[in-house]
């Protein structure tokens, strides 16, 4: 215990998580072998980590580069689309285990090489230029996987960016993409247990990243460019690799999705900017730059929607509503002054649930 | 940092209650729920469809249509004696959106499911449907990786490769044009699996296809390029593979270009003289595949559509009637099978799929229905033409 | 002659993006907020417009007028309840309030007009003048759309550069904190703003959909980003930039489907934005504010 004081706030705030994470995992997988958790709630599970992965990603990117990125569900779309295109590939070659393990390097690097090939343009600009021309990036990459049609039979792989019929292919073969119906039959691999293992290394690799000497550059950099460049920092390069590894941790949460669902299609719910606002909406609502948060609001977020369902068809009307309100709640400053005057402030709500958890 | 540590606090008691929710969620109810009153066991049947987003139009026919079927055969005494109880749940025509709803319908206790509507989320869900054992009757999702490999899962309405022959067949047998265009959707399952089937049909039909353009999901407010390269093209007859509220801008956007070739759609154009204050005089002379005509004489479509009217508001269109006659079909195949809502899901399953490739089906999407062990309807789609403002038999 | 097709028509197409885009650049050069629910306050006004004028039959210029009051209305209120509260927060906390209202009109929407599409009728009913022997015609909504946004741009500029309360929001738009100080009211400034905004969206409604005539409650979304790109094309904040933005981008999307590929457009549009903001990083006619050290 005396260790664990000895360290500094962020980390004992980071093995907090981790441990709320864990014992989250042991609670889900006991009530999961029980037989008390509902299919809802057991088919939510690896989504929420998926998503909760990509908001760590955006968050890294917004909360210490400092950069509005609205094209982080294009990252999550190349993680998403290479892995699974990998896995159907070499579906009947490589067996299982191994198979998973590439793919998941593959979805993780290719996601870093797009961030990193766009990075190196994007960082040029800075505010709403540069998170217009990441949503540019996003709604590319979306727009071309719908057109990419892709088959493997015994002369090879065809491709096209046009229709199936002009592959050629042979009536044994296979397709890998099929256009805007995309990649159907991506083996079921991620489980609960990889969805929770992953994201908890990247907690650990991000806090190890923000307390690194780049990070600490990074952030140096963000909060201001010029007195950073002063004192001799290679900006570039600092934000470019801030950015790559950004990208790489949303690829992560695409491998896990895609990983998650039979059929995977690119489309502006579920790769576009719709989905990119979203995961931004996660980051703003955790709190910028703060990763434990992104992960909170991501699950809740997630779940909200599911959980409303008894409304019909009031549901997403009430669902945003809650947004605004809770937006309004954590943000707005006349309210947080009045929250301060009615013993509504961190320390009182965490009092009062620290009780409650005591009573349960 | 204050801030941002009590926002995490607050997500953390959200989260916390959240959980103690989803504890017990087996037992929350969905939307438009009919559930039998008297305690005895009943059907349970779970829909799933869009409801809310860009597609909700064709989700909530679905399930106004469902319901009224329910009501119906509830008020006639149930199948075999037990009534019906009907859970819709929404998916906004997103996959994993859909998998959540099923996952929803799943813990209410589902044991069939009349669903998905739209291709994409089908193909998601069948999969689970598969793992599953959960009988499946999908009332409008056309594609044919919904039913491929999947021998629970049965369609109501015609395949993509059904259609986009027939469409072919059609056009090349009644001589309605040598030279084709072609205006599809790029971004959607149903659009480029109805044109990619109607291009490989129309090459051995020896139609010559002039031209071929696409719009995105994105960009569907526009079509003055696409019609201006067919008609420089030389197109005599377009061939629209996509639903009625696109449809209907393009009709509108050609008749104001002058340009007047034969117009040619499939099923999602059914639905096109219910748009209100739509100019009907546009679509005269639009072809169309529909098994389904909401001013048809026979006595069921009317009886439907009154009905229909008088609860919901708005004709029904293709989507509605399919929908509608899924639940009949489904009656159908369970009284061939005999069965009490006591069986698990597995026997129903396998007892249903062995009924419905049995029974024979007069509906008002099609009479002498009967189904194939792919899971395909065996109802020929058939063209119509739109003549003053109503469906006229093209034949 | 195809060529001059091709143009007209993307200068339809590009005169709606502008219509909206000048909205866009408006409630973000003085209000420096990205409002997302912009693209859905226009379907809120199309749906007005619709009511009126195929519901009671009122006549078009009636209809607008209606829908220009309901959606300044509209405009502020939603200004008053979900952005004015967040005056002092962080930038990124209103964007997110605005992808919530947002969703709310759409949902709004939804509940009230119900998910079919409705067909608009044209408020124009001027069919337009058709050129060299007629291969060539000018809808006449794309002439009343354009020249709508050139009188529009001109109000604009105008009450901005002369009048009392446009010359507040230069300096609400240079700096809040000296702005107050000058005896400004900022919040009434920045109500106007959206006021305005929200007024010319009922405008951009009506002419939208009498150009692309299907109506669902989810029609103001897309044309709404894509009037955002085009803001920013043209360097957002900047009022004729926004015009010019949103010209340029209908003409290059219409240019890309009609020679290029009609599957790639909108990437070929994006990629073209990307290449024009690379070389000119703050849009066509941003300012270059050069951060003091």
């Known amino acids: 215990m005396n260790k664990y004081k000895k360290l500094n706030k962020s980390t004992q705030k980071l093995i907090r998580t981790i441990c709320v994470i864990a014992v989250l995992y042991v609670v889900m997988t006991i009530m999961d072998g ?72 593959i979805g993780t690097v290719v996601a870093a090489l797009f961030g990193f090939l766009i990075a190196i343009p994007v960082l040029r600009l800075s505010g709403d230029y540069l998170a217009i021309v990441t949503l540019a990036f996003g709604e590319i990459i979306k727009n071309v996987i719908n057109v990419m049609y892709v088959g493997m039979d015994s002369k090879g792989i065809h491709f096209s960016i046009k229709d199936q019929l002009s592959l050629g292919m042979e009536p044994d073969g296979k ?171 961190t320390a009182a709500i965490v009092g009062r649930f620290k009780k409650k958890k005591e009573v349960r | 940092m204050k801030k941002k540590a009590l926002s995490l606090a607050l997500c953390t008691a959200m989260t916390a209650s959240l959980f103690v929710g989803c504890g017990n969620s087996s037992s929350s109810t969905g939307s438009s729920e009919s559930v039998d009153t008297s305690g005895e066991a009943t059907w349970r049947i779970g829909g799933i469809g869009p409801i809310t987003g860009g597609a909700a139009q064709y989700g909530q026919g679905v399930m106004n249509a469902i319901q009224l079927a329910v009501d119906e055969v509830n008020e006639a005494g149930g199948i075999n004696g037990y009534q019906i109880s009907f859970n819709f749940q ?90 084709v265009g072609i205006i599809y959707d790029s971004s959607d399952p149903y659009s480029t699996g109805v044109y990619q089937n109607f291009a490989t049909e129309a090459q051995t039909k020896g139609l010559e296809i002039v031209a071929t353009e696409a719009f995105t999901a994105d960009s569907k407010t526009d079509f003055t390029t696409q019609l201006q390269k067919c008609k420089d093209a030389g197109a005599e007859l377009l061939f629209l593979p996509f639903y009625y509220t696109e449809g209907s801008i393009v009709l509108t956007q050609a008749n104001k270009m002058g340009y007047a070739p034969t117009m040619f759609g499939v099923d999602g154009f059914d639905g096109l003289l219910g748009v ?120 | 002659m195809g060529f001059l097709t091709y143009l007209i028509n993307g200068l339809s197409l590009g005169s709606v993006y502008a219509l909206i885009a000048l909205g866009y650049t408006m409630v973000y050069g003085i209000a420096k907020m990205l409002n997302f629910a912009h693209g859905d306050v226009i379907m809120i006004g199309a749906y007005m417009c619709f009511m009126c004028m195929s519901n009671s039959g009122m006549p078009a210029i009636v209809s607008i007028v209606i829908a220009i009051v309901c959606c300044t209305a509209l405009g502020m209120v939603i200004e008053k309840i979900a952005y004015k509260p967040l005056r002092k927060a962080t930038n990124l906390a209103v964007l997110i309030t605005a992808i919530g209202v947002s969703y709310f009109l759409q949902n709004m929407a939804l509940m009230i007009f119900g998910s079919n599409p409705v067909s608009f009728t044209s408020v124009i009913s001027w069919e337009g003048i058709s050129l060299a022997g007629g291969n060539l015609k000018i809808a006449g909504n794309t002439i009343v759309t354009i020249i709508t946004c050139i009188l529009i741009m001109i109000a604009l500029v105008w009450f901005v550069k002369n009048t009392k309360p446009g010359q507040a929001m230069r300096a609400v738009s240079e700096d809040r904190d000296a702005a ?24 951009a409604g009506a002419l939208l959909c009498s150009s692309y005539p299907s109506l669902t409650p989810y029609t103001g979304s897309m044309p709404g980003i894509k009037a955002f790109t085009a803001a920013v094309f043209g360097g957002i904040g900047s009022i004729p930039g926004a015009l010019i933005g949103g010209l340029l981008l209908g003409v290059i999307e219409i240019l890309a489907r009609a020679y290029i590929s009609s599957q790639l457009a909108d990437a070929i549009v994006f990629a073209v934005l990307i290449i024009v903001l690379l070389v000119k990083p703050t849009g066509i006619l941003g300012k270059q504010i050069k951060e003091k050290v």
């Not at chain 2, 395949?159 to 044009?177: E, K, M, R, T």
């Open chain 1, 175 to 345: 397709m890998l993409i099929n256009g805007p119906q995309g990649i159907t039959g991506t083996p079921r691999q991620s489980t609960f247990f990889i969805a929770v293992l992953l994201l908890i290394l990247a907690l650990v690799v991000v806090h190890n990243f923000v307390r690194s000497r780049t990070g600490r550059a990074v952030m140096a950099i963000r909060d201001n460019q010029i007195a950073a460049e002063t004192v001799g920092l290679p900006v570039t390069k600092y934000k470019l690799v801030a950015f790559t590894l950004s990208a790489a941790i949303a690829g992560v949460g695409g491998v896990l999705y895609a990983h998650n669902i039979n059929s995977l299609t690119a489309t502006t719910n579920n790769f576009g900017y719709n989905m990119s606002i979203m995961i931004l909406v996660y980051v703003v609502l955790g709190g910028i730059g703060n990763f434990s948060g992104s992960v909170i609001a991501a699950v809740v977020l997630t779940m909200l929607p599911e959980l409303l369902r008894g409304l019909s068809t009031y549901r997403m009307l009430i669902y945003s509503i809650v947004l605004i309100v809770l937006m309004l709640f954590n943000w707005a400053p006349g309210i947080l002054k009045w929250r301060d005057e009615h013993g509504l402030t």
């Open chain 3, 180 to 203: 107050t100080l000058m005896g400004i009211n900022v919040n009434a400034t920045i109500s106007l703003t959206f006021a305005i905004g929200s007024g010319l969206a009922a405008i």
């Open chain 2, 90 to 179: 929404d998916d906004e025509a997103d996959q994993q959106k859909s998998v959540n709803a099923y996952n929803t319908l799943k813990d209410w206790g589902m044991q069939i499911l009349e669903g998905t509507v739209t291709s994409g989320a089908c193909q998601a869900v069948a999969a689970e449907t598969y793992a599953d054992r959960i009988f499946t009757l999908t009332p409008s999702a056309s594609s044919t990786d919904v039913t491929n490999g999947h021998d629970n899962v049965y369609q109501v309405c015609f395949s993509d490769p059904n259609q986009g022959g027939v469409s072919a067949d059609y056009i090349a047998d009644n001589g309605l044009a040598t030279k």
């Open chain 2, 276 to 395: 209100e204050n739509f100019d009907v005089k546009l679509a005269e002379n639009v072809y169309l595949l529909t098994p389904f005509a909401a001013d048809a004489d026979d006595e069921a479509t009317q009886k439907f559509v009154a009905a229909y009217e008088e609860k919901f508001g708005g004709t029904p269109n293709q989507f509605a009637a399919d929908a509608y006659d899924g639940i009949y079909i489904l009656k159908a195949a369970l009284e061939d099978a005999n069965l009490t809502p006591d069986a698990s899901n597995e026997e129903i399953c396998d007892a249903l799929i062995a009924s419905i490739q049995k029974i024979s089906y007069d509906g008002l999407t099609g009479e002498d229905m009967t189904w194939n062990d792919k899971g395909e309807v065996s109802k020929a789609p058939k063209a119509v033409i739109i003549k003053d403002g109503a469906y006229v038999s093209a034949d």
């Open chain 1, 34 to 105: 029980t037989g008390n958790l509902s299919s809802l709630m057991k088919g939510l599970l690896v989504p929420v980590c998926a998503y909760s992965l990509v908001a760590v990603g955006l968050n890294l990117c917004v909360g210490y580069l400092g950069e509005l990125s609205l094209g982080h569900a294009g990252f999550m779309c190349v993680g998403a689309f290479s892995s699974a295109f990998f896995s159907r590939a070499f579906q009947d070659v490589i067996p299982d285990v191994p198979r998973f393990i590439l793919a998941l390097l």
